[in-house]
């Protein structure tokens, strides 16, 4: 149904920035959360930050303050900028979008992921 494409990671230094950005496409009738996970090497995958179709968001304790999540509606897309990166950060950021799957049922959605796009912060 939706195709979850994430772009813009790579190598940084400590302190340094980043910013992802995801992009949906496919059969798209109304995305409704959309957020971004990690999953650094041997933990589990953990939400960094939400943000609702309204703009609403949220964030993990540990990024609050230095990592910003936006979202243009119009264009199906998604970002998250990410400052004063630190080596704790490190880790596979993953795309996620709770999607409308139907044309005639707004409450009928589903999930849908990215394939990562890798975030590695050196010292």
């Known amino acids: 149904h939706v195709r979850l494409v994430e772009s813009g990671g790579g190598l940084v230094q400590a302190g340094g920035s980043l910013r992802l950005s995801c992009v949906a496409s496919?059969?798209?009738?109304?995305?409704?959360?959309m957020a971004w996970y990690r999953q650094a090497p041997g933990k589990q995958r953990e939400l960094v930050a939400e943000?609702?179709?309204?703009?609403?968001?949220e964030y993990a304790n540990s990024v609050k303050g230095r990592f910003t999540i936006s979202r243009d509606n119009a264009k199906n897309t998604m970002n998250l900028q990410m400052n004063s990166l630190m080596l704790e950060d490190t880790a596979d950021y993953y795309c996620?979008?709770?999607?409308?799957?139907?044309?005639?049922?707004?409450?009928?959605?589903?999930?849908?992921w990215g394939r990562g796009t890798k975030v590695t912060v050196s010292a």
């Open positions: 496919g059969r798209i009738f109304s995305i409704k959360a």
């Open positions: 996620y979008a709770e999607s409308v799957v139907s044309g005639t049922d707004p409450q009928e959605v589903e999930d849908f």
């Open positions: 943000i609702t179709n309204g703009g609403d968001t």
